[in-house]
């Protein structure tokens, strides 16, 4: 059973920064996609970013150039890191990833998505 556990969450000023960690088990780390997603009250949950098997990342607009994915394989463990928050990236952070190996390009859509962590909390205050 694939288990992921979030943590880093908390509540911030405009301008902080912070790191998100995703700790996986219940199979091989290395193989699979990670991802992270959010979920703001009142949304759909969106695409934050996602690194591949191979460290290929990628970046939903709104977060390109101020958030970094990472992975380390022999932790396993994906981060993210977060820096020049705004308000508006106020949200229930989750921790995604495929239930199968692909060489494709990462999806950005949640249902392509079977494991996902409980998710943590960033407020991000004005």
């Known amino acids: 059973q694939v288990q992921l556990v979030e943590s880093g969450g908390g509540l911030v000023q405009t301008g902080d920064s912070l790191r998100l960690s995703c700790a996986a088990s219940?199979?091989?780390?290395?193989?699979?996609?990670m991802a992270w997603f959010r979920q703001a009250p009142g949304k759909e949950r969106e695409f934050v970013a996602a690194?591949?098997?191979?460290?290929?990342?990628y970046y939903s607009d709104s977060v390109a150039g101020r958030f970094t994915i990472s992975r380390d394989n022999a932790k396993n463990t994906v981060d993210l890191q977060m820096v020049s928050l705004k308000p508006e990236d106020t949200a229930v952070y989750y921790c995604?990833?495929?239930?199968?190996?692909?060489?494709?390009?990462?999806?950005?859509?949640?249902?392509?998505?079977?494991?996902w962590g409980q998710g943590t909390q960033v407020t991000v205050s004005s």
């Open positions: 219940g199979r091989t780390f290395t193989p699979y996609t």
């Open positions: 690194i591949s098997w191979v460290h290929a990342t």
């Open positions: 995604a990833t495929p239930l199968r190996h692909t060489t494709a390009r990462p999806t950005q859509l949640a249902q392509d998505y079977d494991y």
